[in-house]
Every structure is written in C-alpha cells, then in structure tokens.
T-cell receptor, first 112, second 114 residues
Framework: KAGVTQTPRYLIKTRGQQVTLSCSPI?????VSWYQQTPGQGLQFLFE???????NKGNFPGRFSGRQFSNSRSEMNVSTLELGDSALYLCASGNGDLETQYFGPGTRLLVL | AQSVTQPDIHITVSEGASLELRCNYSYGATPYLFWYVQSPGQGLQLLLKYFSGDTLVQGIKGFEAEFKRSQSSFNLRKPSVHWSDAAEYFCAVVPGGSQGNLIFGKGTKLSVKP
C-alpha cells in the first residue's frame, strides 16, 4: 500500500497570505489528523477528521481550519499567515478504534 | 492536563552500546502509549505501541519498551545501538476516548558515536 502523501513538500509564503496543504491518507483509512511541529513548541495536535466530520480539535486559533472529502483526502488551510506559523505540518492517517497513526513526510512552511 | 515528559533532550551513545530513553506521562486512566522516531527531514515512524496486556512490548528495528504503571513510565530500550539509529525519538500518549489526539513529549535527540 502507498503511504500517506502530503503536497506540497515545501512552501514559502509571506505574512498575511493564506495557504492550503493537502494530505492523502493510506487507502482505506478514514481518519486524518494534522499536527504542527516547531522547535519551540514541539508537536502539537491541530485537528482530526473522520468520515468528513471534525472529530477533535486542538488549541489553535480559528485561522487554522481543515476539511475532509468523501475520498478521505484532507486539506488544511491557514489564513492571514503569521511568522510564527512557520513549521513542519504533519498529516497522519488511521483506521479503527485502537488506531495507530501513520504519518506522512510533512509540508514545511516558511512564512517571511 | 495530560502531559508527556521526556527528561533527556539530547543523548549520545557509542555504537554497540545499550540505550534507554525515558518517558513519563501524567494521565489518570489507562493510556495508549507510543514511541515514534523521526529522521532529519522526515515524518514520524512508529516504533512500537502499548494498549494493554504484556507490559514489555517489542517493536521494529530491535527496540522494546516497558510500561510501568507504578512509575507512570514507558521507557524505550535497545541492547545495541547502530549508527543508523541516530534520530529524534518521541514518546506519545492517546487520551482515553480520543482516538485521533496524540500528545507528544518534546523528544530526545539521539547521537551515535562511531
């Protein structure tokens, strides 16, 4: 099976812009979670989608949003980018109740 | 609030030496526990997981971890480290009833001396 794919892998934006990141889960997986990784804060949970519904949400401002499509692919959007949004954004897919999450390679976002 | 503590930010071991990475969690109920590894520029790869049962779990790449409820610990071990094990290691917990929400420790960076 193909693994979790994330596009784009690298992205440079300027403050105030918005950005959309994409994640394709492992075939058959219905859950997609997003995490932000920064040197200062480490890995932090953004949100989780399951069957097109947001099931869980972390403690991030409303500028961070996401959605999941019927084919389980997910997108996350960050509006009005700030310098502090520079990070590695990781997507993970899973399935089942006692699920294990499989991570993609991440999208590295640099905000200038 | 749930938290995961990895007390060691950076550890250096010689190739062939044994390794133990520490992880403590703060959570009242029975946790689901994980260890992930991240190589530079890469995503996270699952090493092993503990949900219930035998408290000593075996993972990939020769790693094992032991769950000790009395110490709220889930330490990762490897008897003989290889140079390719150099990476950053993250301990994580899933709070009960919340399938998607991994809470990560800050990570331990492992360097391996030849």
């Amino acid at each position: 099976k193909a693994g979790v794919t994330q596009t784009p892998r690298y992205l440079i934006k300027t403050r105030g812009q918005q950005v959309t990141l994409s994640c394709s889960p492992i075939s058959g997986h219905r859950s997609v979670s997003w995490y932000q990784q920064t040197p200062g804060q480490g890995l932090q949970f953004l949100f989780e989608y399951f069957s097109e519904t947001q099931r869980n949400k972390g403690n991030f401002p409303g500028r961070f949003s996401g959605r999941q499509f019927s084919n389980s692919r997910s997108e996350m959007n960050v509006s009005t980018l700030e310098l502090g949004d520079s990070a590695l954004y990781l997507c993970a897919s899973g399935n089942g109740d006692l699920e294990t999450q499989y991570f993609g390679p991440g999208t590295r976002l640099l905000v200038l | 609030a749930q938290s995961v503590t990895q007390p060691d930010i950076h550890i250096t071991v010689s190739e062939g030496a044994s390794l133990e990475l520490r992880c403590n969690y703060s959570y009242g109920a029975t946790p689901y526990l994980f260890w992930y590894v991240q190589s530079p520029g890469q995503g996270l790869q699952l090493l092993l997981k503990y949900f219930s049962g035998d408290t000593l779990v075996q993972g990939i790449k020769g790693f094992e971890a032991e769950f000790k409820r009395s110490q709220s610990s889930f330490n990762l071990r490897k008897p003989s480290v290889h140079w390719s094990d150099a990476a950053e290691y993250f301990c994580a917990v899933v709070p009960g009833g919340s399938q998607g929400n991994l809470i990560f420790g800050k990570g331990t960076k492992l360097s391996v001396k030849p």
